[in-house]
């Protein structure tokens, strides 16, 4: 066995053409939605997600059995953690008539104008220097995500092996490329009733000279060895009407690439992680998956993180596998997602710095929306029982007893964590032809948000989004124009709730940030 960096990485030797590499963990730091058919769908087929119980092995018997809860009971206990007899309702995203339907006046869209200054300290005192910001401010907003928003990660963490399961010369369109099917097997020793396998695809040009620069997508891949998920689980990765989350081509655009044929195009390789393998998209799964292994089996506390974070860890665990990858420039890997992956996508880029660029696609509350916005999901709709396993526990008080105006953070401070970094936000058209996203997603909360951000990349020597940088009155760019002056970019397309037209933008202003070498 051979060892790098002290034993930080260690590579065993391979066996009948299998490759194993073993990683340790980097310790680093709707109801009433218009999209419930897909949470419905992937409740169907959370049973092909691969954390999924075992057998009691011999000498376990000690173990606590795992929780086997509904969501709504799981939910409910939470709520008595937290003291809390009832949550306010969330909007309606697809009844007109019904009471509480979306709000999409903007009048009444601000009901609490004043964010919270991602450049102001706790006690007050102004953040003027990078020094400040990287030593003082950054840590009080990551210990308010933390503590109030998207719990916290477990300190001591199993490892993940990661096995290459088969590797596949083929073409994609003209290019020739080699794929590789990956498990991450997380180290379950500790609690044997839970096992957790992280499933990853990653591509790259078969005749690069070097290591080459990888978007990874939050998607759905084909896997071998896994029962079929993947491309066949076509309801479950269906996140829009008339589409999926994964393998995307372009809205619109008859006969065009897709974005991995763009992405390979570019010189780069591309990456699908499948989320929901390590951490279901369900209350149900919070005994069970990554967070349940380490609770080993029983119910969250309050400030215990949620799926989003769950899934941004799975992330960085794949980014650990490209660093001992030589067909990869770990330097140079990018993190893409659309709606609750784009959350996800998000999520990831401002905790882990070594994400080098994002494409956050239509990512919306509990994303790069404004939470403290009144207009399309609200904060309530994550705090119901069909969403608030997204979200630490803790963040249900903001649905009742307190508001969205009392969180401590807002979306603005989550995009400036992603600072110095370069991240573009994508959303399509709230209303028009030939397609519109809808309103749900806020896309003006959004482009307040990345305008709110602005300060801190400035603060550190990068250019913001280059509109005058005031949140409530700087215009939205009109639909179909890129604003891509610096390290913050946003676009919205007319393609509907995809950030596949979005894509060559994104690649043209990547260029200037993401080189192969």
């Known amino acids: 066995m051979n060892s790098l960096d002290g034993g930080v990485v260690s590579l065993a ?12 963990i980097n310790t680093m730091k709707r109801k009433n939605s218009p999209f419930l058919f897909f949470a419905v769908t992937t409740l169907a087929t959370a049973g092909l997600c691969r954390a999924q119980l075992t057998a009691t092995p011999a000498g376990g018997t000690n173990l606590p059995a795992p929780v086997n809860w509904t969501a709504e009971q799981d939910h409910r206990n939470m709520m008595e953690q937290l003291s809390i007899e009832k949550l306010r309702p969330g909007a309606e995203g697809m009844n007109r008539q019904a009471p509480n339907y979306q709000n999409t006046d903007e009048a009444k869209a601000n009901p609490y104008p004043n964010l919270p200054d991602p450049l102001t300290l706790k006690n007050g005192q102004k953040v003027t220097t990078p020094a400040m910001w990287w030593n003082q401010r950054r840590p009080e907003i990551v210990e308010d995500f933390d503590r109030e928003v998207y719990g916290r990660v477990p300190k001591n963490l199993p ?4 096995k290459v399961t088969d590797t596949v010369r083929t073409n994609n369109d003209a290019v020739p490329v080699i794929t590789k099917h990956l498990v991450g097997h997380v180290d379950n020793s500790a609690y044997p009733l839970i096992n957790v396998d992280i499933q990853l695809t990653l591509t790259t040009p078969a005749d690069a000279k070097g290591p080459v620069p990888v978007m990874m997508e939050f998607g759905f891949g084909n896997f071998p060895g896994f029962g079929g998920f993947g491309r066949t689980n076509r309801l479950g990765g269906t996140n829009r009407l008339g589409g999926t989350n994964a393998f995307r081509g372009f809205g619109g655009l008859s006969g065009g690439l897709n974005w991995q044929q763009l992405v390979l195009s570019n010189g780069w390789g591309y990456a699908v992680i499948v ?3 390590y951490q279901a998209d369900n209350g149900a799964g ?25 899934w941004a860890w799975g992330a960085s665990r794949a980014l650990d596998y490209f660093e001992t990858d030589p067909a990869v420039d770990s330097k140079q890997v990018g993190i893409e ?6 959350k996800a996508t998000l999520v990831t880029m401002a905790y882990d710095p070594r994400f080098a660029i994002a494409l956050v696609g239509s990512s919306g509350e509990g994303g790069a929306k404004l939470s403290r916005r009144n207009w399309g999901e609200l904060v309530e709709n994550l705090t119901g029982s069909g969403e608030y396993h997204w979200m630490a526990g803790s963040f249900l008080k903001y649905g009742g007893p307190l508001t969205p105006g009392d969180l401590p953070v807002d979306a603005h401070e989550l995009i400036a964590l992603c600072a110095p970094r370069p991240v573009f936000i994508s959303y399509g058209a709230a209303s028009g032809s030939p397609g519109a996203e809808g309103t749900w997603v806020d896309q003006h909360g959004s482009f307040m948000a990345a305008v709110a951000a602005g300060p801190v990349y400035k603060l550190l020597g990068k250019k913001d989004l280059g509109t005058p940088g005031n949140y409530l009155t700087d215009p939205m760019p009109p639909v179909n124009t890129a ?26 202003w990547a260029n200037r940030y993401i080189q192969v070498q």
């Open 13 to 24: 030797s391979k066996v009948q053409g299998i490759d194993w590499v073993r990683l340790p």
């Open 337 to 342: 997602g659309l709606s609750r992956y784009g």
């Open 275 to 277: 989320p929901t393998s």
């Open 483 to 508: 604003v891509t002056h610096g390290e913050l970019a946003w676009r919205q397309h007319d393609g509907g709730h995809t950030d596949a037209p979005n894509w060559p933008a994104f690649l043209e």
């Open 159 to 162: 490892p993940v092996t990661w």
């Open 286 to 310: 919070l005994t069970k998956g990554i967070i349940g292994l380490c609770n080993q089996g029983q119910p969250r506390k309050p400030d215990d993180w949620g799926a989003l974070r769950a």
